[in-house]
């Protein structure tokens, strides 16, 4: 078969962002397009050539052309062996899994995560290391390098591959292998949890659970854990078909854009137990009977209680959470004994730590959660870990939750979210803010003092890497913060996101509604930043 070299010019640099390419599906059709950035990946990583590489995405529009494309360019550029998931689908975190336990060299990742799906909304793309995690800054800078001066791309003329066919098949000289998506991660899940305990929790006849997919790509994985394997009521995953526009909906696991399952959770027959994912499979989020648990809560609570279930019984060996996630992992480190690292926003940053085996656990406020098992965050991992941890615990969500604030005390937690800003508007708060840091150690806003004031940098303990402008922290002589941070991940104008938290020993307190609690430094933050002045929003526009 031969192989075709076609000229093309660079699209100014396509430039990763918080995780990997994310862009408008029309940006992704124009011709030459995602085949610049393939190649890309393909010239900057020669170990890909007589290599191996997993390929697989959420489902979303674009999905299915877009494998077709990767599979003639990674054949034309002599990939020897490629993994398929059925249909084209995979989890972000079963590619992970996928890249370990057949030892390829990486993965390419097909997703825009919590993004809407649909000709008119966003795809993406990323590549992940041979550890199984998101490739490192140093190589998405060189990939991204790349992709200014690249002038020709390698590809096949082939028709386009079946991809709902399991088997192996060849493109040239490579062979593709197309998987079940969901087999190699459901046992992992059963290597690391007690799937007798789940079970019977199951069948006590006490236990009311929805797990909501959102249309998005946990459906197969949910209905098979849960309700196949686990013996879950049929049901119990809702909105499990996966969907090419996730249904029309935001297929992001938080209190606004999983109304239906909030719902469920509320009132005199509300569930027991909710849980949702979002579009690729990688976030979570927790609920009880009239209770919802913060993904910093949630870090916090699962490293207390790791030790109680059997993937982690020897206990943990450090935590790292990402910077403006809340200090809660911080306090139950300092219980243990253990170390407790702030990375920069990404899952990129938790890497170096989990293969050096620094660390067991790490989290993100942004509804992520994972642990040494993949490289990725892991949706429906955290769900099985709070299932598990139900059933030993005998406990309902709400009990473990304030019974783990009177022993550490609460950090409130709320991250307030402006998006679509003008992007020069959001550059000039920014701009404004960073003025302001050097004079404000000392200074009193409000009944806080400053203790501190910075542009977050990241020395990474393992390769000596540095990230810097990672976002800029204010905390205060309480323990209180103030974190302000431009997305990386939007599509529209900027995004621009304030995260606050302040702690709270006292049991009496820990009740409060978390808005009103946390007002007097909401208004801190709006007013240093001159928040309405510069972007004319009064208020955010999403409220977790
Ligand atoms: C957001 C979150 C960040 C997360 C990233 C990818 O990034 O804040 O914590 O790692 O999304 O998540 P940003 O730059 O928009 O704040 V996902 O589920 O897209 O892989
Ligand atoms: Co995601």
Known sequence: METIRIATTPFEGQRPGTSGLRKKVKVFQQPGYLENFVQAILDTLP???GGSLVVGGDGRYFNREAIQVILRLAAANGVRRLIVGRGGLFSTPAVSCVIRKHKTQGGIVLSASHNPGGPDEDFGIKFNSANGGPAPESVTEAIFERTKTIDRYLTLDTPPLDLDQLGTFTLGETEIEIIDPVSDYADLMEALFDFDAIHHLFNSGHFQMRFDAMHAITGPYAVEILENRLGAAPGTVMNGV????????HPDPNLAHAQELVALTQGKDGLDFGAASDGDGDRNMILGHDCFVTPSDSLAILAANAHLLPGYRQGIRG????MPTSQAANRVADFLGIECFETPTGWKFFGNLLDAGR???????????????VREKDGLWAVLFWLNLLAVRQQSVAEILTDHWRRFGRNFYTRHDYEAVDL???AGLVDHLRRLLPDLPGRQLGAEIVSYADDFAYTDPIDGSVSEHQGLRIGFESGARIVYRLSGTGTSGATLRVYLEYFEPDPMLHQRDTQEAMRPLILIARELAQIEARTGRAEPDVVT
């Open 359 to 373: 660390i067991t656990l790490c989290g993100e406020e942004s509804f992520g959660t994972g642990s040494d098992h």
């Open 424 to 426: 020069a508007a959001a």
């Open 319 to 322: 935590i790292a959470r990402s």
């Open 47 to 49: 170990e890909l050539q």
């Open 242 to 249: 996966p969907l090419e526009d996730f249904g029309g909906g």
